[in-house]
């Protein structure tokens, strides 16, 4: 189908067929690559403050849960909590790192170029760690870690502490196995008509990658962030919470990069490759010119 020709579907009330997702999601990351910096940039930043308050939600849900309800149970409330994130993104409108992977399919119909994308993912991803480390030194400064008794601490310290110690071989595989779900997840809200459907075809495969504990570059933005904060900065009062974390002497801002880039690699091959490439591989290189 030619994508200057009108949808059957461009008036209806249904979803669109793959077909047309695919010559959307190919249009979309052509118009976003060749936004403005300032626009790009700006939209990161409300991306990647996003993404973090969508971790703050699952981090406190996740507080006391060890030991009180079944592991897959605490992981699924937080998976669905932290969807939060991306249909702020999709809904609200946002750039985001991981969902602009899709890019790909423009670049490979020819249609953007690669220092074009390079440019756009470069800016955007700027945005999103600004917006993150901001939101996670907000949450920090405000003092909500602290609530709870202090558990919602003890979680932050230990999903930061638990992927500062991951092999750099298991964080890319968990990176690429993350950004399918969530590349997915964008390309199902782009066949959606309206709110109700973007956020049902959000929240089921963002649960998906916090259940299975799949890595999130920009959700570690934040999560690493505010994990150094509470260690180094906590008041007094929690010296015994951060004492009990035997990980902790592994959570340094040298493994917080180390893991941000291993991760953010992955999510590329995830998103970029396995998403965007076997999508326009089967939907757009056998269209007419």
């Not at 940039?41 to 009180?68: K, Q, S």
């Not at 916090?210 to 906590?234: C, D, Q, R, T």
Request: proline fraction near 3%; include cysteine.
């Amino acid at each position: 189908m030619n994508s200057s020709s009108p949808s059957p579907h461009e008036h209806g009330i249904d979803a669109l067929l793959p077909q047309e997702i695919a010559e959307k999601a190919e249009a979309v990351g052509l118009q976003k690559a060749r936004r403005d910096a300032v626009t790009l940039f700006v939209l990161g930043v409300l991306a990647g403050a996003f993404i973090a308050l969508g971790a703050m939600f699952a981090t406190t849900v996740l507080a006391g849960a060890d030991g009180a309800i079944p592991f897959g149970v605490s992981r699924l409330l937080a998976g669905t909590v932290f969807a939060l994130g991306l249909i702020l993104v999709v809904v609200g409108g946002a750039e985001l790192f991981t969902g602009n992977a899709l890019m790909v399919m423009a670049l490979a119909a020819g249609k953007l170029r690669l220092s074009e994308m390079l440019r756009a993912w470069a800016i955007v991803y700027a945005g999103n760690f600004c917006g993150a480390l901001g939101t996670a030194l907000l949450v920090f400064l405000s003092g909500q870690y602290r609530i709870g008794g202090g558990q919602v601490a003890a979680a932050a310290l230990d999903l930061a502490a638990r992927k500062a110690v991951l092999g750099l071989t298991e964080a890319f595989f968990l990176g690429i196995l993350c950004n399918v779900l969530v590349c997915l997840a964008v390309w199902l809200s782009l066949g959606a008509r309206t709110t109700t459907d973007k956020a049902v075809a959000i929240i089921f495969p963002v649960a998906a990658f916090v259940v299975a504990g799949f890595e999130h570059s920009v959700a570690n933005m934040y999560l690493l962030p505010l994990g150094l904060l509470i260690k180094a900065f906590a008041p007094a009062s929690l010296a015994p919470v951060i004492a009990a974390n035997a990980m902790l002497p592994d959570l340094t801002i040298g493994a917080f990069l180390l893991n941000l880039v291993v991760v953010t690699a992955g999510n590329i091959v995830g998103g970029g490759v396995l998403v965007g490439g076997v999508y326009w591989f089967v939907y757009l290189r056998t269209r007419p010119d």
